[in-house]
């Protein structure tokens, strides 16, 4: 459930229908880094249109000091108790921006402890890309170069690093953060039902063994220094 006050959005608490429970959060929707390194949150943007339907809430924020506009997209998945967020930042200033990185969340989780969750200092490529779980939730992010984790305060953070120049009048738009709900004490189960539902690549890149031959194979159709 998501509260607007003061030009504000935060996530109040998480409906869980297995737990037939409300756990509740706190922290701001996003946080990014920009420019040399600093810090804007969700908080430091005014919230201008909400839009609700049906299984969709989509959020728009402005900064006018920093000239970027923020979308936050958030949908029901059809295939199971988990939610979808996206958010697209559009450079809506006279100078370019530079985009950092991007937490999807960052917040605590009032009512319950952290289940499962690597070390947040990710000090092995094999940190990189886990869920988190707390008793009756689990968070991640639909990429595998994401860093998702919870610090030792048991704030759980879904960051990703775009790295992105936006020009004015450009946009980005983050990858895509999962949130779902379990029977408390059985989310590693519900979090690998929601991963049987990913369908793999259609086309899958292959392997390829390529010869360095350059300057040696000159066959009639190609130029006489060869390929």
Known sequence: AFAVEGGRIHTE?????????????RGPEFVITHGAGATATSDDFEVVGTHAQRGT???????????????????????????????TFENIGNAPLLLRTVELEHLAVTDESVAYSVDPAFPSM?????????????????????????TKEGVIILRHYPGAELKPGESYTTKR???????????QRAFFEYVR????????????IYWNGFRVVKPPNRTPQGV
Request: net charge negative; aromatic share 12%; charged share 15%.
């Open 177 to 187: 953060a999962v949130l779902g709900v379990a029977p408390r004490h059985e989310v």
């Open 57 to 87: 809430f989509d959020c728009t924020l402005l900064n006018n000091a920093l000239g970027l506009r923020a979308s936050i997209h958030y949908t029901a998945a059809e295939s199971g108790p988990w939610m979808y967020k996206q958010i």
């Open 126 to 150: 094999g940190d990189w890309g886990q869920p988190v779980y707390t008793e009756s939730l689990w968070f991640g992010i639909e990429f595998p170069a994401a860093r998702s984790a919870a």
């Open 197 to 208: 539902t990913l369908s793999p690549v259609p086309d899958p890149p292959r392997a390829n």
């Open 13 to 25: 608490y998480v409906h869980n229908g297995f737990a037939n429970s409300a756990v509740r959060v």
